[in-house]
């Protein structure tokens, strides 16, 4: 585990301690490095007394599978150091988007290329769905935490046909654990508590590329998107709000249909029944995805609302989940089915 001083790292820990399958190997840092992981992650107690190794390939070889959860531009000269038939779930952006000029118009790093990615719930077109790229891939690139929620809430329309490829728009509010645990003055309590505040506003936001690849793969045509995102004072979690404009002739039962239809048998994804709300209090702690559709028809638009945890299902869950597929393991072993709360 690269990266296991961190929270999307100590989330992969948490979640590997209780699969059947796995034993964890070498946990690595970079300036935690040397430290106990007891230091960094209390709540790993079975963990405590591992001490976090540095980064380097020598301490990650001879692992069967590795997770890398670094920085963005650490991925790629490591993963290419390791043996092609170990299996290696990128956590980082590195591998997600197959066109290089939209990584080169949001990233400041070289082009990597590109890896199957990590969603396997995803809707494509004529019936398809991600899962079928992930089964025995020694690759895999984890998706962002906002492209998760947004892309699982309106690939399903887009896939059946039923949504205008133009005016889409996200505005998505995501929990502070997001950004990393690395000091940001924005993200200091006094700045976060009792106050939400966007950010990225004008389609600057780099997942913006990665969910359009998902919308646009769903739809056979290319999709373009309006996305915000918004912090909000809360550890955990990602409320997306999503809308954009139905064909003509489209009405809610249609709709319903529709996503139902997409994830009837998806185990972590779930159409609520109507008059019920996605939240994130809902799935913080799980690998669920919860999600609801409406129809705006004065306005010919449909609304979608999901919540996901960005630390389970938005990186760490999908990590473990995605290592299954590659290992020919049942999809959801060792996956957390059920929240926590209040
Ligand atoms: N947080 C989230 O909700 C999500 C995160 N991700 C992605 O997961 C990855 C990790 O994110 P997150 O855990 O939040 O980030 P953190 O900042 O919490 O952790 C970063 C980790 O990378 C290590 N690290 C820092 N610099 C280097 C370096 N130069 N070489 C090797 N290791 C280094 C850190 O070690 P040390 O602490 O010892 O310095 C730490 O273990 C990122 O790519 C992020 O985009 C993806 C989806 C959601
Ligand atoms: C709240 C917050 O800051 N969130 C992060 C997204 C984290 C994530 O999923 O992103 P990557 O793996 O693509 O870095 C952000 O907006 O940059």
Not at 11 to 38: C, K, M, N, W, Y
Not at 311 to 326: F, R
Request: with cysteine; charged share 15%; hydrophobic share 45%.
């Amino acid at each position: 585990m690269a990266g296991a001083s961190g929270y999307a790292g100590g989330e992969i820990l948490r979640l590997l301690l209780a699969h059947p399958q796995f034993d964890i190997g070498a946990v690595t840092a970079a300036s935690s490095a040397g430290e106990r992981l007891g230091g960094v992650h209390p709540h790993l107690v079975p963990l405590a007394d591992r001490v976090l190794e540095p980064t380097t390939v020598e301490t990650l070889a001879g692992h069967d599978v590795v997770f890398l959860a670094l920085p963005h531009g650490h991925s790629g000269a490591l993963a290419a150091q390791l043996p092609d038939d170990v299996v290696v779930i990128d956590c980082g952006a590195d591998f997600r988007l197959e066109s290089e000029a939209a990584w080169t118009a949001f990233y400041d790093t070289a082009y990597a290329g590109s890896w199957p990615y990590g969603l396997p719930e995803l809707p494509g077109p004529a019936g398809s769905v991600q899962r079928e790229r992930l089964s025995g891939a020694t690759r895999i690139a984890v998706p962002g935490c906002y492209p998760t929620g947004i892309s699982l809430a309106l690939a399903p329309g887009f896939a059946a046909g039923l949504l205008e490829a133009r005016d889409v728009v996200v505005v998505a509010a995501s929990g502070t654990s997001g950004a990393g645990k690395s000091l940001k003055p924005h993200l200091l309590g006094s700045e976060v508590m009792g106050s939400m505040s966007p950010y990225g506003v004008g389609g600057g936001h780099r997942h913006t590329p990665e969910i359009e690849q998902n919308l646009s793969r769903a739809a056979g045509e290319p999709v373009t998107v309006s996305f915000t995102p918004t912090l909000a004072p809360m550890p955990r979690g990602i409320l997306a709000t999503c809308t954009a404009r139905l064909r003509e002739g489209t009405d809610l039962s249609s709709v319903r249909a529709a996503w139902e239809a997409a994830y009837a048998d998806e185990p972590f994804v779930h159409v609520l029944p109507e008059g019920s709300w996605p939240a994130t209090a809902s799935v913080v702690g799980s690998n669920h995805v919860q999600l609801q559709v409406a129809v705006d028809e004065r306005l010919g638009r449909v609304v979608v609302v999901s919540a996901i945890d960005n630390l389970t299902k938005g990186t760490a869950g999908a990590a473990v989940q995605c290592a299954n597929l590659a290992l020919g393991l049942e999809e959801t072993l060792g996956l957390p089915n059920a929240g926590v709360a209040p």
